[in-house]
């Protein structure tokens, strides 16, 4: 079982940054393999961005050039760190860790059978 514990969120002005961070546990990790998704109230939970096993790193159009995920596989810690933030990025945010043993995870939500608790971003405009 993966436990996905999520912090980092918080109330922020429009251009400001934040780092959210997702700490894993439960399995042992050779290259952490998260995805990052949000929802926003009354909207369906989106993919954000993902890094493979290999340190490959993919984002949603809405996060390219903005966002950036990365990880410290010493504290099997993955972080997104998140700049230029907008009104629209407002959402609670989820980490989400694939089966065992998955290499390159998909960015659909279905391909993610653990999730974290999830933390809330909101932007101020």
């Known amino acids: 079982q993966v436990q996905l514990v999520e912090s980092g969120g918080g109330l922020v002005q429009a251009g400001g940054s934040l780092r959210l961070s997702c700490a894993a546990s439960?399995?042992?990790?050779?290259?952490?393999?998260i995805g990052w998704f949000r929802q926003a109230p009354g909207k369906e939970r989106e993919f954000v961005a993902k890094?493979?096993?290999?340190?490959?790193?993919y984002y949603a159009d809405s996060g390219k050039g903005r966002f950036t995920i990365s990880r410290d596989n010493t504290k099997n810690t993955v972080y997104l760190q998140m700049n230029s933030l907008k009104p629209d990025d407002t959402a609670v945010y989820y980490c989400?860790?694939?089966?065992?043993?998955?290499?390159?995870?998909?960015?659909?939500?279905?391909?993610?059978?653990?999730w974290g608790q999830g933390t809330q971003v909101t932007v101020s405009s």
């Open positions: 439960g399995r042992t990790f050779s290259g952490v393999v």
């Open positions: 989400a860790a694939p089966p065992s043993g998955t290499l390159v995870p998909a960015i659909s939500t279905n391909a993610y059978p653990y």
């Open positions: 890094i493979n096993w290999n340190g490959g790193t």
